[in-house]
């Protein structure tokens, strides 16, 4: 039982440089999310996804950008790497909208550290 | 974006004891969920609060929905070392989909 799978799990990365961060999940789930955590910050919405074909914004999405060519798959791409992006990242996806008695459900975290 | 405060920030106490986590707002949020993070992996959904004066107990854990929907709390009785971890709540808004995030508390149990 996979659940959302992150890869990779570390990486550093030079200024200026980009990267993918990969996410899949195996539970048929519409809804997809990118957070970032900072230490004593607590979680922020990056980018969401209600379906193939379909993205949006969240509350800090600058710097970043996603797609969501199939149901499984959710990459969030980095262009430009940047020190303020340093932060541990987290995907999660749930079968219905926030409101209902369904989970998110997050994969393990990608640690970027940009030097 | 609706803001969420958790308190305390950290807490430390021993095995057997109580303690009580809250998480506090200004807005009126259509449901509220907990979760439970330890080091290395996601956040685990341990609860969703619907109803204004809502209680759930899980095991040793009580959580309650304030009234007004704007607050809840979280209680743990006879903390286990297997408590561990940090404690997040996230507020569902009435419109969008974006879960709103507390910064969480950190709850260190010590044998």
């Known amino acids: 039982n996979a659940g959302v799978t992150q890869t990779p799990k570390f990486r550093i990365l030079k200024i200026g440089q980009s990267m993918t961060l990969q996410c899949t999940q195996d539970?048929?789930?519409?809804?997809m999310y990118w957070y970032r955590q900072d230490p004593g910050m607590g979680l922020k919405l990056i980018y969401y996804?209600?379906?193939?074909?379909?993205?949006d914004k969240g509350e800090v999405p600058n710097g970043y950008n996603v797609s969501r060519s199939t149901t499984e798959d959710f990459p969030l791409r980095l262009e430009l790497a940047a020190p303020s992006q340093t932060s541990v990242y987290f995907c999660?996806?749930?079968?219905?909208?926030?409101?209902?008695?369904?989970?998110?459900?997050f994969g393990d975290g990608t640690r970027l550290s940009i030097l | 974006t609706q803001l969420l405060e958790q308190s305390p920030q950290f807490l430390s106490i021993q095995e057997g004891e109580n303690l009580t986590v809250y998480c506090n707002s200004s807005?009126?949020?259509?449901?509220l969920q907990w979760y439970r993070q330890e080091p290395g992996e996601g956040p685990v959904l341990l609860v969703t609060?619907?109803?204004?004066?809502e209680v759930k107990k899980l095991k040793r854990l009580t959580f309650q929905f304030g009234d007004a929907r704007k607050d809840s709390s979280l209680h743990i009785t006879a903390a286990q070392t297997g408590d561990t971890g940090l404690y997040l709540c996230a507020g569902v808004p009435n419109s969008g989909y974006a879960l709103n995030f507390g910064k969480g508390t950190s709850l260190l149990v010590t044998p």
């Open positions: 996804s209600v379906g193939a074909g379909i993205t």
């Open positions: 999660a996806s749930s079968d219905s909208r926030p409101g209902s008695y369904q989970p998110q459900h």
């Open positions: 609060v619907v109803t204004g004066g």
């Open positions: 807005s009126v949020f259509s449901s």
């Open positions: 539970m048929n789930h519409n809804y």
